[in-house]
């Protein structure tokens, strides 16, 4: 059988660092195991779905690189529930409840207070058919609950280990609302069986579900997918993060400057056995990757550190990746250019600095005497053209010698009167893309504006 995983978001909010790393790791799995990834759309709750969020979330998915073999909404496929969901009552195995939320509320509260856990009764599985026309005919419509089997359910789970659920611990779900729509659980097992889920990879928020969902997938003659469990990422003081995060939506992310392949190799390394680095090819990153490798306990997540990891990966990018990038940002510059500025970028948008900085105009720096007098003898002493990268140790062993000066006191007013900066590239290979024109400009232009 096909490996086949899916990702199931549900259209109500766009996606984010969070909810976007259950994305990756599906798509990783599925691009290791040679699989297919689905991506569902679990859109039944129709006063909070919106087509906006849905494409949001198709685009969201198109840039970091993750396109779907197949997409497709719960919506459209509400007459394959209902059919199904006839078919357990039939059975007895999906009955209806009259209770109302209050009713409910107060049983909880009777059940804590005896010292009982507090599970649904099954009051409404004892009705006789004359009280359930009773309560129809004073206008109760009625919710449907799935009549759990008794026992424990057990699963081998690929990143948590064996997992077991006493199913007495738990309330007979409710699957189907008094308004006739359907909560996620039905739908999302019939779709687990109609689409051949052989992996299903979540969030561990879903653990409890997962009882439920096999007891379904029972109830129907099915057999259970597996099932990973990932833990989630936290914020800075251990809550989970928030889909109002605006900052670490992926559009935001995205607009702040991270590339998609920092995205994706963060999703995929952190609160994992392996180190977070970046990958520049997913499939070196699909390789190494393992469900086995994810970690139990929740990550924090930093975003600092996805904006340095944004760093390594451009500090590895190829020219033939990044011009085109730059080129899309209005930035033009060749391989050369390209490989003395990306040691210093976090992001790509940067380059437009060192790009001004080798071509543009800068703001002269003031200057000491001793400053003066270097940048005076640079000045007269610059180096035969043209320049390469030898230029820089020439010219700087020749003005150490005549000033006395050595080290920053050498380099560092050099430095800042070529570039206006006190960082950056390796001057030696700054020097001739800067060239000797601009270089003798910018010395004089030092001097001048010192006085
Ligand atoms: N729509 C569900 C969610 O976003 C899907 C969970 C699942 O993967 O089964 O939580």
Known sequence: MTTTVRFAPSPTGRLHIGNVRTAVLNWLFALKENGRFLLRLDDTDQLRSREEYAQAIIEDLAWLGIQPHETFRQSARLSRYEEVAERLKREGLLYPCYETERELALKRKAALMAGRPPVYDRAALKLTPEARKALEEAGRVPHWRFRLPEGTIRWQDAVRGEVEIDLATLSDPVLIRADGSFLYTLPSVIDDID?????????????????????????LGAT???????????????????KRLGSLGIADLRKQGLEPETIVSYCGTVASAEPVRPFLDMKELAEIFALEKLSRAPARFDEEELFALNARLLHAMPCEMALPRLKALGLEMDCHAWEVIRPNLRTLAEAADWLAIIRGE?????????????????????????????????????LKQLTGLKGRR??????????????????????????????????????????
């Open 224 to 242: 259970p997918p597996r099932f990973a469990h990932h833990a989630l990422l936290v914020d800075k003081d251990g809550g989970p993060l928030s």
């Open 362 to 398: 800068i703001e002269p720096p003031a200057l000491t005497e001793e400053e003066k007098n270097l940048i005076e003898s640079a000045l007269n002493n610059l180096p035969p053209e043209p320049w390469d990268e030898t230029t820089w140790k020439t010219w700087t062993s020749t």
């Open 195 to 219: 689409y051949g889920i052989t992996h299903i990879i979540r969030g561990d928020d879903h653990v409890t579900n997962t009882a439920v969902q096999i007891a379904l997938f029972q109830a």
């Open 410 to 451: 050498l380099f560092m007013p050099l430095r800042r009167a070529l570039t206006g900066r006190e960082h950056g590239p390796e001057m030696s290979r700054l020097l001739p893309l800067i060239g000797p024109e601009k270089a003798a400009a910018r010395l004089r232009a030092a001097l001048t504006d010192s006085g």
